[in-house]
């Protein structure tokens, strides 16, 4: 056989299976030719993948509905999932500690899980605690008073005693504690290990470098950074001072690695975002730092007013403010935590405390409450039917619970 008659024969062959093939799947007419049967595959080709992309558009249209119809969902009700009478809530105070609520009197620190039942209870003597929580971590003093005890979830960790009144004090992840010791004119800035020993000290006065009014360590407890207050010629100033407790502070005096002073100007509140990030709040704004061994100013941003309250958490800061713009009295701006804003949204609400949990803003008054999320929709806000608002905590999803005069109750927006 010749190769020319072959090389016929063999086409012959794949034109007929061609032929077969595309009447199997094909309802057009018969394919006569190799180049034929090329040319309707790439629009075979073409016709599926427009199919593929329009469903894969409409998948996806799908999902951003979901998502944005889950963001902006608001409730207009709740139930009462549990509760439990509590006789102790108006001598108690109550704070969210490690996903179970951590409450603390003059007698008593407890862990309670959402249902109100003891999970610890230590007992303890003080006339004024107060509790400050980071990470895993729980430092409650005797403001005004001369001890300190250190918790976890496990129940406590250590025992402090100091041996001047005890001003303010801080927590690490690990359990060391920053303190503001007061004597008279004169104050300290103390830093002890859990188990009660003292890591370092440092003397301070009105005079250098000013009345320290509020200091916080770093979460990895290496830094500490206190705000003072000096008042000179009638002029007030505000000076933030960094220190480093590892090998960069050891070779500077007081261990002091930053300081920054800010005249005409009050800074109340300064706290750490985590091991490097940490904002001094000011009556005219804020001012975030950055550095693990030396902090340093990132950003200032300027109030736009009067600033009503202030709130924040790990990740995020929010301002409130007078407004006169439409008929809301108020609007909060919410910022992350490299200073930029994520949302502004005007209120109506009357509320006597605001706060994070667990990403969303809480608002709450005796009689009522308003829950908003980090996108600035409100989801929910009313009354309380069954008794007088002491705290409100978002255990997980739409689930919170409401501390009472009477008792604890767990509810379920929706």
Same mark, same amino acid.
């Given at each position: 056989m010749k190769i020319g008659q072959k090389t016929k024969e063999l086409a012959d062959r794949v034109r007929g299976r061609i032929a077969a093939v595309m009447r199997r799947g094909d309802p057009e007419t018969p394919v006569n030719s190799v180049p034929e049967y090329k040319e309707r595959l790439s629009r075979k080709r073409k016709r599926l993948l427009i199919r593929v992309g329009a469903a894969a558009a409409a998948v996806a249209l799908v999902a951003v509905a979901g998502i944005l119809t889950a963001r902006n969902w608001q409730? $207009?009700?709740?139930?009462?999932?549990?509760? =439990?009478?509590?006789? !102790?809530?108006? =001598?108690?105070?109550?704070?969210?500690f490690g996903g179970?609520?951590?409450?603390?009197? $003059? @007698?008593?620190?407890? #862990?309670? !899980?959402?249902?109100? +039942?003891?999970?610890? =209870? %230590?007992?303890?003597?003080? +006339?004024?605690?107060?509790?400050?929580?980071? $990470? !895993?971590?729980c430092v409650v003093y005797d403001k005004n008073g001369r001890t300190m005890a250190v918790y976890n979830s496990e129940g406590r960790q250590g025992f402090i005693e100091t041996s001047l009144p005890i001003m303010k004090a801080r927590t690490a992840s690990q359990g060391v504690v920053a303190a503001i010791l007061e004597d008279g004119e004169t104050t300290w800035i103390n830093f002890y290990d859990k188990d009660g020993s003292e890591i370092a000290t440092g003397k301070t006065s009105v005079d250098s470098p000013g009345y320290p009014v509020d200091l916080d360590v770093s979460e990895n407890g290496l830094l500490i950074g206190v705000a003072y207050l000096t008042v000179a010629d009638n002029q007030v100033s505000s000076y933030v001072a960094f220190y480093n407790f590892g090998n960069t502070g050891q070779n500077q005096m007081d261990n002091m690695v930053s300081g920054y002073t800010y005249d005409d100007v009050v800074a109340p509140r300064i706290y750490y975002m985590d091991a490097s990030r940490a904002a001094v709040l000011r009556d005219d704004g804020f001012v975030l730092y950055q550095g693990r061994q030396i902090p340093e100013e990132t950003k200032t941003v300027q109030a736009e007013g009067e600033i009503v309250s202030t709130f924040f @958490?790990?990740?995020? #800061? $929010?301002?409130?403010?007078?407004?006169?713009?439409?008929? !809301?009295?108020?609007?909060?701006?919410?910022? @992350?935590?490299?200073?930029? +804003? +994520?949302?502004?949204?005007?209120? %109506?609400? =009357?509320? @006597?405390?605001?706060?994070?949990?667990q990403d969303q803003i809480i608002m709450y008054n005796s009689n009522e409450f308003a829950i908003y999320t980090m996108y600035g929709v409100c989801r929910y806000q009313g009354s309380l039917k069954e008794g007088s608002i002491q705290n409100i905590f978002r255990v997980a999803g739409n689930r919170y619970m409401v501390i009472m005069e009477n008792g604890i109750q767990t509810i379920k927006l929706g």
């Amino acid at each position: 056989m010749k190769i020319g008659q072959k090389t016929k024969e063999l086409a012959d062959r794949v034109r007929g299976r061609i032929a077969a093939v595309m009447r199997r799947g094909d309802p057009e007419t018969p394919v006569n030719s190799v180049p034929e049967y090329k040319e309707r595959l790439s629009r075979k080709r073409k016709r599926l993948l427009i199919r593929v992309g329009a469903a894969a558009a409409a998948v996806a249209l799908v999902a951003v509905a979901g998502i944005l119809t889950a963001r902006n969902w608001q409730y $207009g009700s709740y139930k009462v999932v549990s509760s =439990s009478d509590q006789e !102790d809530t108006q =001598s108690t105070q109550y704070v969210g500690f490690g996903g179970h609520v951590l409450k603390y009197s $003059g @007698d008593e620190v407890a #862990l309670i !899980d959402t249902g109100g +039942e003891t999970i610890w =209870s %230590d007992p303890q003597e003080m +006339e004024n605690p107060v509790a400050d929580i980071c $990470g !895993d971590s729980c430092v409650v003093y005797d403001k005004n008073g001369r001890t300190m005890a250190v918790y976890n979830s496990e129940g406590r960790q250590g025992f402090i005693e100091t041996s001047l009144p005890i001003m303010k004090a801080r927590t690490a992840s690990q359990g060391v504690v920053a303190a503001i010791l007061e004597d008279g004119e004169t104050t300290w800035i103390n830093f002890y290990d859990k188990d009660g020993s003292e890591i370092a000290t440092g003397k301070t006065s009105v005079d250098s470098p000013g009345y320290p009014v509020d200091l916080d360590v770093s979460e990895n407890g290496l830094l500490i950074g206190v705000a003072y207050l000096t008042v000179a010629d009638n002029q007030v100033s505000s000076y933030v001072a960094f220190y480093n407790f590892g090998n960069t502070g050891q070779n500077q005096m007081d261990n002091m690695v930053s300081g920054y002073t800010y005249d005409d100007v009050v800074a109340p509140r300064i706290y750490y975002m985590d091991a490097s990030r940490a904002a001094v709040l000011r009556d005219d704004g804020f001012v975030l730092y950055q550095g693990r061994q030396i902090p340093e100013e990132t950003k200032t941003v300027q109030a736009e007013g009067e600033i009503v309250s202030t709130f924040f @958490d790990e990740r995020h #800061l $929010g301002l409130v403010y007078h407004t006169t713009e439409g008929e !809301d009295p108020y609007r909060m701006v919410v910022y @992350d935590a490299a200073g930029n +804003e +994520e949302f502004s949204q005007t209120f %109506d609400f =009357s509320y @006597d405390n605001i706060q994070i949990s667990q990403d969303q803003i809480i608002m709450y008054n005796s009689n009522e409450f308003a829950i908003y999320t980090m996108y600035g929709v409100c989801r929910y806000q009313g009354s309380l039917k069954e008794g007088s608002i002491q705290n409100i905590f978002r255990v997980a999803g739409n689930r919170y619970m409401v501390i009472m005069e009477n008792g604890i109750q767990t509810i379920k927006l929706g």
